[in-house]
């Protein structure tokens, strides 16, 4: 990919969630932030996002979310980190 894109939207879900019913994953997302990019690396390698108490290295051809930290702490045992275009959401 030539260009890191600005921003994304993450969702923090559940991993036990095994029937949403008519539930959006954006629904059962105990948490959603848009991040931006910060023009830095992570330790991972991949660009650094951030915003609203997230900050989260994302690899932006494949969508995913190499390392992430909320409030400053690790995520929880449980919860899975989905990535989503900012112009999806």
């Known amino acids: 990919m030539s260009t890191v894109p600005k921003r994304f939207v993450i969702l923090v879900v559940p991993e036990h969630v095994e029937d949403r019913g008519r539930a959006s994953v954006e629904d059962s997302a105990v948490r959603a932030a848009v991040v931006e990019a ?52």
Do not use: F, W
């Open 38 to 89: 910060t023009g830095e690396r992570g330790n991972s390698g991949y660009p650094r996002y951030a915003g609203h108490g997230i900050v989260a290295d994302i690899d932006p051809e494949t969508r995913t979310v190499e390392a992430i930290l909320l409030d400053g702490r690790e995520l929880d045992y449980g919860l899975t980190p989905l990535v989503r275009d900012a112009d999806q959401a």
